[in-house]
Structure formats: structure tokens, C-alpha cells
Nanobody
């Protein structure tokens, strides 16, 4: 059974940093594109960042220059380093995995974590 387990969320002041981790029990982790998505209360789930099987990285415009996605294939883990956090970054953050080809379309992802709450206070 595939599991994606996020950690690292919490409460931080505006301007602060957090690093989210997602440990994946995936065979051939390197053959999965990985994505981070977020969902604020009353809003749709939206794309935040993604990394392809070639380690190309992609970002939503709202987080470019502030967030960095990376993966450690030896640890089957993907990370999201979040700097210069803003109150509008407050949401539940989800890790997702998709076989082979990267996309920013959340509906195309095969596996999801349970989410981790990030709250940024002003």
C-alpha cells in the first residue's frame, strides 16, 4: 500500500520559514513526478510546486523565489522549503505523486498524503 507522509507544518510568523517533508513508500520513487498542493478553507486545492523525474522544478507564480522543491531519491523523500512566508500562504499542504510525467493538474496525481497544516500569522 502506497503511503505519503507529510511533516514539518506548524505556526510561523510572517517572514519566517518552514520546511515540509514528504516520505513516500513508493517503489521506484525516481519514476514519479512529485507535487505539493495547498488548500485554504473554503477554497480549491491549488498547485504550489512540482518536480519531474528529471528533477526539473516548477512553481506557482505566487511562490516563485520564496519556495524550493527538492527530492532525495535515496530517502524516498521530497521537500518543500518555504521562506519569506506570508499570511496568504496559510493552508493545508498536500504532497502528491504521479507516475512518470509531471503536471500541475492535481486531478492527474495518483497518490496523496493526508496533509499538514501551515499557519502564517501577521
Amino acid at each position: 500500500q502506497v503511503q505519503l507522509l507529510e511533516s514539518g507544518g506548524g505556526l510561523v510568523q510572517a517572514g519566517g520559514s518552514l520546511r515540509l517533508s514528504c516520505a513516500a513508500s513508493l517503489r521506484s520513487f525516481g519514476t514519479y513526478a512529485m507535487g505539493w498542493f495547498r488548500q485554504a478553507p473554503g477554497k480549491e486545492r491549488t498547485f504550489v510546486a512540482g518536480i519531474s523525474i528529471y528533477d526539473d522544478t516548477f512553481y506557482a507564480e505566487s511562490v516563485k523565489g520564496r519556495f524550493t522543491i527538492s527530492r532525495d531519491t535515496a530517502k524516498n523523500t521530497v521537500y518543500l522549503q518555504m521562506n519569506s512566508l506570508k499570511p496568504e500562504d496559510t493552508a493545508v499542504y498536500y504532497c502528491a505523486a504521479k507516475a512518470l510525467h509531471y503536471t500541475d493538474n492535481y486531478a492527474a496525481y495518483d497518490f496523496w498524503g493526508q496533509g499538514t497544516q501551515v499557519t502564517v500569522s501577521s
